[in-house]
């Protein structure tokens, strides 16, 4: 079992940054990948960003491309989504998830591949 655990959003003007964080702890996850997601209110959730715990590689939506950045750091087992430029339509629940079948190769950007998840982060953009 995994426990992710969210923190970081609140309510920031537009145009301004956040960073979101993402405390990981449990059974072995360092194989995993790790992906955001976003929830508007009244909108399926869909896919943010993902990496991984054991390589460089990312992977985002074309929405954020450029304004979102998914780091980590492995010694403190947490992933970061650092988000730049914040417009109104950023205004969500953020959640962290793990994908315990990540090949090492591709990431996937479906909420059904994604096993564990965290409670969610509000993030609200003022304009």
């Known amino acids: 079992q995994v426990q992710l655990v969210e923190s970081g959003g609140g309510l920031v003007q537009a145009g301004g940054s956040l960073r979101l964080s993402c405390a990981a702890s449990?059974?072995?996850?360092?194989?995993?990948?790790m992906g955001w997601f976003r929830q508007a209110p009244g909108k399926e959730r869909e896919f943010v960003a993902a990496?991984?715990?054991?390589?460089?590689?990312?992977y985002y939506a074309d929405s954020v491309k450029g304004r979102f950045t998914i780091s980590r750091d492995n010694a403190k087992n947490t992933v970061y989504l650092q988000i730049n430029n914040l417009k109104a339509e950023d205004t969500a629940v953020y959640y962290c998830?793990?994908?315990?079948?990540?090949?090492?190769?591709?990431?996937?950007?479906?909420?059904?591949?994604?096993?564990?998840w965290g409670q969610g982060t509000q993030v609200t953009v003022s304009s």
């Open positions: 998830a793990a994908d315990r079948y990540y090949s090492g190769t591709y990431y996937s950007n479906r909420v059904s591949r994604y096993d564990y």
């Open positions: 990496g991984s715990w054991r390589n460089s590689n990312t």
């Open positions: 449990g059974r072995t996850f360092g194989s995993y990948a």
